[in-house]
């Protein structure tokens, strides 16, 4: 069932939005798991969905489930083109203030997608490519935006998605990664120390408030980022996770 409407808000259009958050949550479901889940008769949750799907927005299977479809993509792609002009300047803060690279990325699916970067100005420096595409589990940011969801969507996620190992560090269980994401949520930050590739350190921070999962980070060789390092970093990205979010929601008023 839709819960905590917003008053005068549109039932039909919030049931429509709901099927799409259940469809990305799921993967894919049938007629029968949409119409439990919004708690609205088969009939009329087909309704939705016909519609949904004459839109481009949702996808039938041949066996009768639905899935996202792919206009969906493209709104998102336009998304991450809109956030990057707002977000670049508080990467280049980070950048400067830290000597690291700075990034910012989204969950898309069940994975990490990196849509912006700022570089370290060192020459010997970290570079992930944007666009690049990791497991939740192994990145600062990934465990960042996963601390931010309930525990059945975090299991979900990993399940889906699996959890290999990238590198001897790399949490491979969920009770384990459930703790760390405990630990996460008390600190306020997550790290990345040689999880995804040996010899890297990562800070990393949600984007608090906004509708979708964001997250931002500096990492760079482990001598450079040092815990000590670290203590500064920490304060300075949520100070921009803050800025970032207040710009964010500015923008989608």
Do not use: W
């Amino acid at each position: 069932m839709v819960e905590n409407r917003t008053p005068g808000s549109v039932q039909s259009v919030e049931r429509a939005f709901h099927l799409l958050e259940l469809l990305a949550d799921s993967g894919f479901s049938s007629l029968t798991e949409l119409s439990a889940a919004i708690d609205v008769p088969a009939p009329t949750t087909h309704r939705f969905l016909k519609t949904l799907v004459s839109l481009g927005y949702v996808r039938q299977l041949p066996n009768r489930q639905y899935g996202l479809g792919l206009k969906l993509a493209r709104l998102a792609g336009r998304v991450d083109a809109q956030f990057g002009p707002i977000v670049k300047p508080h990467l280049d803060t980070l950048a400067q203030e830290i000597g690291e690279s700075a990034n910012l990325a989204v969950l898309e699916g069940d994975m990490v997608v990196y849509i912006a970067q700022s570089p370290s100005p060192h020459a010997m420096r970290m570079f992930t490519e944007v666009g690049h595409r990791a497991h939740t589990h192994l990145t600062g940011v990934g465990k960042a935006m996963l601390a931010g969801l309930p525990d059945d969507q975090v299991a979900r996620i990993v399940r889906r998605a699996g959890m290999p190992a990238a590198t001897e560090h790399s949490i491979t269980d969920l009770t384990q990664l459930r703790a760390e994401l405990k630990r996460i949520r008390r600190l306020g930050y997550a790290t990345d120390i040689g999880e995804q590739e040996l010899g890297v350190v990562c800070y990393a921070v949600g984007i608090p408030d906004v509708p979708i999962s964001l997250a931002i980070s500096v990492s760079g060789p482990a001598f450079r980022m040092t815990k000590e390092l670290g203590k500064a970093a920490v304060p300075l990205l949520l100070s921009e996770a803050q800025a970032i979010s207040k710009e964010l929601l500015g923008a989608l008023d």
